[in-house]
């Protein structure tokens, strides 16, 4: 999507047109990108992500003393720290910040255009729209110190956007779409049992990152 996105966007005027039609040209274009910006800044933040795990120094829940960071081990969390797990200055944290608030802005952006979009009543499209940004407000304060608080009022607005947004689907009848809302509204549902019920939460990191990428993707 990026990369289509990218190549429209640079593709030169035609020569031998007239000038409306260049202008209309240039405007399609620009509408284009102005459409798939949401989507680039969430590959974009992905990406923050990655480069942040390479400066993260080490330390798990298990052990002190690993090195680096551990995409089946850490959460998502340790990023965001002042200080790794292992005990040393944590310097991921000055881009997994920016690259939470990049991915928590633009699927904010992308939950008010599904609410706008979804062929749903109107208090189904609030919900949406209500829930989806509040998720990505309280996701992204969740890099402070009171990570445990907003996550758990971040569950909440996730949940009701969620079962929202799935529920609209199957009133459309559009099945594949519904089949994975409903993986997604699952996996999240599976992660707040081992969060907060504290069962096989040595499998947590990776189940939450599994149910993050399957809500993007979806």
């Known amino acids: 999507m990026v990369t289509s996105c990218a190549s429209f966007a640079a593709?030169?005027?035609t020569p031998g047109i007239s000038q409306p039609m260049r202008r209309n040209q240039v405007r399609g274009s620009a509408l284009m990108?102005?459409?798939h910006l949401p989507a680039i800044g969430v590959l974009g933040?992905?990406?923050l992500f990655v480069v942040a795990a390479i400066y993260y120094p080490g330390g798990t829940m298990d052990s002190a003393s690993a090195v680096g960071y551990s995409w089946a081990h850490n959460f998502v969390s340790s990023l965001f720290a002042?200080?790794?797990l292992n005990g040393a200055a944590n310097p991921a944290r000055y881009i997994a910040v920016?690259?939470?608030l990049l991915l928590c802005v633009s699927l904010g952006i992308m939950f008010r255009r599904i609410s706008i979009n979804v062929r749903s009543s109107r208090r189904a499209k609030k919900t949406i729209e209500i829930g989806g940004i509040g998720e990505m407000v309280y996701g992204f304060l969740a890099v402070t110190r009171m990570r445990d608080l907003m996550?758990?009022?971040g569950l909440l607005f996730s949940l009701a956007a969620l079962l929202a947004a799935t529920h609209a689907l199957y009133i459309e009848r559009r099945w594949?779409?519904?089949?994975?809302g409903s993986i997604c509204l699952a996996l999240s549902l599976v992660s707040a049992a081992m969060y907060y019920g504290n069962v096989f939460y040595g499998f947590l990191p990776v189940v939450q990152k599994v149910s993050l990428v399957a809500c993007i993707a979806g």
């Open 45 to 47: 933040a992905l990406c």
């Open 98 to 100: 920016p690259a939470m």
């Open 11 to 13: 593709r030169p005027l």
């Open 82 to 84: 002042s200080r790794a």
């Open 176 to 180: 594949l779409l519904f089949a994975w």
């Open 151 to 153: 996550v758990s009022i």
């Open 33 to 35: 990108l102005k459409y």
